[in-house]
């Protein structure tokens, strides 16, 4: 944290100068795309469609509106803005809004700079505290955005004409930050009108006042294209003084959903990049089904979930029956379908057939996943192994070393556990099992194989 702790010494320092935060974020994206460093951490698939809009748009100096589906990341793009803000900034210390203290521009902040002079108090603000956010609920209410007069300040005695009565609401008090308002449309249309004065003329207005505060805010804003146009509608004042529009998207390819399965799930048992990738092709066939109602979307929370869930399986598993490290095999996946189920909306004539769907969509994910990964390795001799009359019993109180004992020592085993596990991992039965279940999954799926299932147990048979 910088040192000058006062204003006489901050003015000597020669740094940290007023700037209005478009200039700021502007200049320190600037300095980012010339280092070639990535500013958007943690954002995934956005690299060639979403982020260049808007880094156009922050370029541009223009408050931003991101439209799109649930669990597109919007509100995770919002928060990553702040890291374009500087690290530390000066503000005068006691004030009610984040003040510059070389530029006060409320009147108790200008009332002290003139008799503290060069004495006046600075602190410094991290960046992760000048962005500010807010959910629109129908409930919000113009004195939550803007202001209202404090009856606690009246009370003390002073007059309803004094402009130090005020109480700031949420949009004044982000002075010199980020200003985030989640799901735009859902704030009712006349709260939305007391924001046109903030985004154009930079002023504010509470009952009687008219405050001309020059603030110095990005506002930012996520809403969702069916709220957008159907429940509640961003009115077309105020969707003018937007200068940018960015749609957002789902991830395009498999990889990068994936990825983002990888990067937010809290797993609770090691997930295979086979099954975590079943799980994001499971996801994909998803929105491309028609009976999910593809106007609600499939949030990439789904898969998030899904992979959460089969870990919590297996670590149920592993617990039973006394495994030390748990790993997840294909039998977990079955609880995917049950759970999850109310997190997908299908259309109006699939009532009662929502399980049938999940079930028959993860069997292909699962399918397509098996081709990318077994392809080019000669199963027939596990095929035939079991033809022979050897039966593979797995389930959640079946140990990984059964199902190991119930085949013989085939070099193709080796193959499939050398393609499916991670390169340089021990060779734990645990991790062997998980491997040779996929393999065995897949040959049921292509038909070359049997499965008797029953919710303890399932075998694989001729």
């Known amino acids: 944290m910088p040192q000058p702790r006062t204003l006489g010494a901050l003015r000597e ?35 060639r469609t979403v982020l260049p809009a808007l880094e156009r748009a922050l370029l541009a100096g223009h408050d931003v509106v991101l439209l799109g589906e649930r669990g597109q990341g919007k509100t995770r793009l919002l928060r990553t803005l702040s890291v374009l803000l500087d690290e530390w900034t000066p503000v005068i210390a006691g004030a009610e809004l984040g003040e510059h203290p070389m530029a006060p521009i409320t009147p108790g902040s200008l009332r002290r700079a003139a008799e503290l002079g060069e004495e006046l108090p600075v602190e410094w603000v991290h960046r992760s505290q000048r962005y500010t956010e807010k959910l629109a609920t129908p409930d919000t209410s113009v004195g939550d955005l803007v202001g209202d ?110 990825e983002v399965v990888r990067q937010e799930a809290e797993l609770g048992a090691e997930l295979g990049e086979p099954l975590i990738e079943v799980l994001a092709r499971y996801v994909r066939l998803l929105r491309e089904s028609g009976a999910v109602d593809q106007r609600s979307g499939v949030s990439a929370r789904f898969a998030v979930a899904a992979a959460e869930t089969v870990a919590a ?72 192994s079991i033809v022979d009359g050897r ?46 279940e996929f393999a065995l999954e897949s040959l049921y799926l292509a038909r070359r194989l049997a499965k008797d299932a029953d919710e303890s147990e399932t075998v694989y048979g001729p």
């Open 13 to 47: 320092s020669g740094r940290y100068p007023p700037r209005p935060v478009k200039t700021e974020l502007r200049e320190n994206l600037l300095a980012a795309l010339r280092a070639g460093s990535n500013p958007w951490q943690g954002i995934v698939g956005f690299d």
């Open 149 to 258: 007069v404090d009856p606690v300040k009246v009370a003390e005695g002073r007059s309803l004409g004094d402009p130090e009565t005020i109480h700031f609401g949420l949009v004044p008090r982000a002075h010199r930050g980020i200003v985030g308002i989640n799901e735009l449309p859902d704030l009712a249309e006349r709260i939305q009108v007391a924001l046109l004065n903030v985004m154009e003329e930079r002023d504010i207005q509470v009952r009687g006042y008219t405050l001309r505060l020059p603030l110095d805010v990005l506002l930012v804003a996520t809403a969702n294209p069916e709220d957008y146009t159907n429940r509640g509608r961003i009115i077309t004042p105020l969707k003018d003084r937007f200068g940018a529009e960015i749609r957002t998207h789902y991830p395009l390819t498999v990889a990068a959903e994936a």
């Open 313 to 384: 399986a297996a670590l149920r598993r592993a617990t039973l029956i006394g495994e030390p490290i748990p790993v997840a095999r294909p039998v977990d996946l079955e609880a995917v379908p049950e759970v999850l189920r109310g997190k997908v909306e299908f259309e109006t004539g699939e009532q009662g057939r929502e399980l049938e769907h999940l079930r028959h969509l993860l069997r292909r994910a699962f399918a397509e996943t098996a081709r990318e990964w077994l392809g080019g390795i000669d199963m027939n001799p596990l095929v035939e």
């Open 391 to 436: 039966v593979v019993t797995t389930g959640e109180r079946v140990p990984a070393r059964e199902i190991l004992h119930a085949l013989p020592e085939l070099p193709v085993c080796h193959d499939i556990v050398e393609r499916l596990t991670e390169p340089g991992a021990e060779r734990e039965p645990a991790r062997i099992a998980a491997a040779i």
